[in-house]
């Protein structure tokens, strides 16, 4: 059940001639014209057939460059984003990776989450530290305090929201706004929203990226990365450093995820209401510290996620009050599976600190030890707060 001020998914979304879950089944995906399949072939292929030199048949020639199942994903994922173009790729890092290293430069300088995805973070500082980049952390919660912390040097601002693990809510617009004229581009990582609760393009951000293993996916059983951009200026040179640093997925990995768009509607939808009643067992727990969801009314980030999202995601994270009490949660879970990732159909449970997050021990985005984080599934929730009363009581 959406929150009361939820915009309805399935309405069209500005500009476009369809509503959200009609595009995430039929944009990009047409039947096929020789066959009359109704889902696009995986064209598993390397090299295609040119008509003479330099005559290319359909626009493709080697499949680094470009392959017809790839092309289905990404125009889907820009229709779903409302956004210019999207781009695959290999993995959600593999998608930053070329983004950073097509925009920044050495000497680039970067804001940000102060609980930024100890994944990117690695990137940020630790790869792309080596090449001369610099980062300052901030407050997502507080534009004031992200645009603050704009060098001159400073060429992108990037933002999570919600973040991992801790989700907290950026104002996306209002942030956009104040980066924009610092001329600063903005990047909302959206993997924990999915384009089917929250569309950043439409609220003044530059690039969005995707982890597409997660909820576009949707069955943890594929790897992949998405870029969709609204300035195709950008989109070409993206699309340069896609072809020319190779990190691509394959056509079946492409149709592994192009299948799991087409339900993400309704699966998004199960995952916020099953979550909703997970937090409200949580919340009313004796052994439950704090719970981090932005659907709770006492978040401090509630009223802009109720502004900018359309639901309030399928991810919670909270604490027990020590590490050794968190632990022994996670190992007692049944069907709250121990395992990093998150966006599956099935539920997850994790101890960031030791786990997604070790990456920013001893760093300041060190995670709380106590935290859990919970990726809730599709399943019966009430089997899912069985197993958590039975993991919490003991």
Known sequence: MSHPSAMDPDAPAAG?????????????????????????PVYQVSTFKQDGVG????????????????????????SLECGERALAFASGLAAEDTLLRTVLAPGSHIVVPDDAYGGSYRLFARVLGR?????????????????GAIQANTR????????????????????????????????????????????????????????????????SDVIGGALVVRDGRLADDLAFHQNAM???PGPWDCWLVLRGVRTLAVRMARHCANARQIVQLLASHPRVREVHWPGLPEHPGHAVAARQMRDFGG???????????????????????????????ESLIELPALMTHASVSGSALAVPPDLIRLSVGIEDVA???????QALDR
């Open 246 to 248: 190779g990190a691509v």
């Open 131 to 147: 090449w001369g980049v610099s980062l300052t952390t901030a407050p997502m919660g507080d534009p004031a305090a992200v645009v």
């Open 315 to 345: 991810m919670v994270s909270f604490t027990v009050g020590d590490q050794p009490t968190a632990l022994a949660v996670c190992e007692r879970t049944r069907l709250f599976t121990l395992g990093e990732s998150l966006g599956g159909v």
């Open 383 to 389: 089997d899912l707060e069985a197993d958590l009363r």
């Open 156 to 219: 992108l601002v990037w933002l999570e929201t919600p973040t991992n693990p801790l989700l907290r809510i950026a104002d996306i617009a209002a942030i956009a706004e104040g980066a924009h004229a610092r001329d600063c581009l903005v990047v909302v990582d959206n993997t924990f929203a999915s384009p089917a609760l929250q569309q950043p393009l439409t609220l003044g951000a530059d690039v969005v990226v995707h982890s597409t293993t997660k909820y576009l996916g949707g069955h």
């Open 55 to 78: 005559g290319l048949r359909s626009g493709y020639e080697y499949a680094r460059s470009g392959n017809p199942t790839r092309t289905a994903l990404e125009e889907c994922l820009a």
């Open 16 to 40: 476009s001639p369809a509503g959200f879950a009609t595009r995430a089944i039929h944009a990009g995906q047409e039947p096929d014209p020789r066959t009359g399949a109704v889902v696009p």
